[in-house]
Protein backbone atom coordinates (compact mmCIF):
# COMPACT_ATOMS: atom_id res chain seq x y z
CA UNK A 1 0.00 0.00 0.00
CA UNK A 2 1.31 3.93 -0.64
CA UNK A 3 2.30 5.48 2.07
CA UNK A 4 -0.12 7.93 1.07
CA UNK A 5 -2.90 5.90 1.31
CA UNK A 6 -1.71 3.61 4.74
CA UNK A 7 -4.44 4.30 7.67
CA UNK A 8 -2.81 6.92 10.27
CA UNK A 9 -4.09 5.98 13.88
CA UNK A 10 -4.70 9.96 15.47
CA UNK A 11 -4.81 11.12 19.02
CA UNK A 12 -8.10 12.39 19.96
CA UNK A 13 -7.21 16.43 18.89
CA UNK A 14 -7.00 14.66 15.64
CA UNK A 15 -2.88 14.49 15.71
CA UNK A 16 -1.27 11.58 13.83
CA UNK A 17 -0.05 8.87 16.16
CA UNK A 18 2.94 8.31 13.49
CA UNK A 19 4.26 11.57 14.95
CA UNK A 20 4.98 10.53 18.20
CA UNK A 21 8.87 9.77 17.93
CA UNK A 22 9.04 13.86 17.18
CA UNK A 23 7.42 14.58 20.30
CA UNK A 24 9.74 12.36 22.42
CA UNK A 25 9.60 14.76 25.07
CA UNK A 26 5.46 15.44 24.99
CA UNK A 27 2.68 13.32 25.46
CA UNK A 28 1.19 13.22 22.22
CA UNK A 29 -2.42 13.09 23.54
CA UNK A 30 -2.02 15.96 25.22
CA UNK A 31 -1.05 18.19 22.27
CA UNK A 32 -3.60 20.50 20.93
CA UNK A 33 -3.58 21.37 16.98
CA UNK A 34 -4.57 25.18 17.74
CA UNK A 35 -2.78 25.76 21.27
CA UNK A 36 0.58 23.66 20.20
CA UNK A 37 0.05 25.14 16.31
CA UNK A 38 3.72 26.38 15.96
CA UNK A 39 5.51 23.17 17.53
CA UNK A 40 3.47 20.99 15.27
CA UNK A 41 4.23 22.80 12.30
CA UNK A 42 7.77 22.71 12.70
CA UNK A 43 8.78 19.26 13.75
CA UNK A 44 6.12 18.23 11.07
CA UNK A 45 7.91 20.33 8.10
CA UNK A 46 11.39 19.17 9.63
CA UNK A 47 10.99 15.46 10.05
CA UNK A 48 7.70 14.57 8.42
CA UNK A 49 6.54 11.85 6.21
CA UNK A 50 4.16 12.58 3.00
CA UNK A 51 1.09 11.09 4.54
CA UNK A 52 1.45 13.84 7.81
CA UNK A 53 2.74 16.48 5.56
CA UNK A 54 -0.49 16.02 4.01
CA UNK A 55 -2.64 16.14 7.61
CA UNK A 56 -0.36 18.99 8.30
CA UNK A 57 -1.96 20.74 4.81
CA UNK A 58 -4.97 20.15 5.72
CA UNK A 59 -5.07 20.87 8.83
CA UNK A 60 -3.43 24.47 9.11
CA UNK A 61 -3.82 25.53 5.56
CA UNK A 62 -1.38 26.39 2.54
CA UNK A 63 -1.01 30.15 3.60
CA UNK A 64 0.06 29.42 7.42
CA UNK A 65 2.09 27.32 6.66
CA UNK A 66 3.96 29.28 4.00
CA UNK A 67 3.64 32.56 6.43
CA UNK A 68 5.15 29.82 9.27
CA UNK A 69 8.19 29.08 6.69
CA UNK A 70 8.62 32.43 6.38
CA UNK A 71 8.90 33.98 9.92
CA UNK A 72 10.19 31.46 11.60
CA UNK A 73 11.66 28.70 9.42
CA UNK A 74 15.27 29.63 8.60
CA UNK A 75 16.30 29.87 12.26
CA UNK A 76 14.21 26.35 13.56
CA UNK A 77 14.04 24.16 10.57
CA UNK A 78 17.18 22.28 9.05
CA UNK A 79 18.81 24.07 6.86
CA UNK A 80 18.11 21.38 3.90
CA UNK A 81 14.44 21.56 5.05
CA UNK A 82 13.88 25.71 4.88
CA UNK A 83 15.55 25.55 1.31
CA UNK A 84 13.00 22.98 0.35
CA UNK A 85 10.03 25.08 1.66
CA UNK A 86 11.25 28.01 1.08
CA UNK A 87 11.35 26.94 -2.69
CA UNK A 88 8.17 24.97 -2.66
CA UNK A 89 6.03 27.76 -1.14
CA UNK A 90 8.47 30.48 -3.39
CA UNK A 91 9.49 32.86 -0.78
CA UNK A 92 11.75 35.62 -1.59
CA UNK A 93 10.69 37.79 1.11
CA UNK A 94 11.60 35.58 4.26
CA UNK A 95 12.92 37.29 7.84
CA UNK A 96 16.19 35.63 8.69
CA UNK A 97 19.28 37.06 10.50
CA UNK A 98 23.02 35.66 10.61
CA UNK A 99 23.13 32.66 12.41
CA UNK A 100 25.78 32.75 15.56
CA UNK A 101 27.53 29.76 13.66
CA UNK A 102 28.57 29.31 10.10
CA UNK A 103 26.41 25.53 9.99
Not at 25 to 39: G, K, S, T
Not at 78 to 95: E, K, S, T
Amino acid sequence: MPVSERAVGKTRAGIPSSLRPLFQEYVLEELDPRQNAFLIIERTLAWGDVAELKWLFATYGRERLAEWVRTSGWYLLPRRRFLYWRHFFGLHDYQHRERIWAH
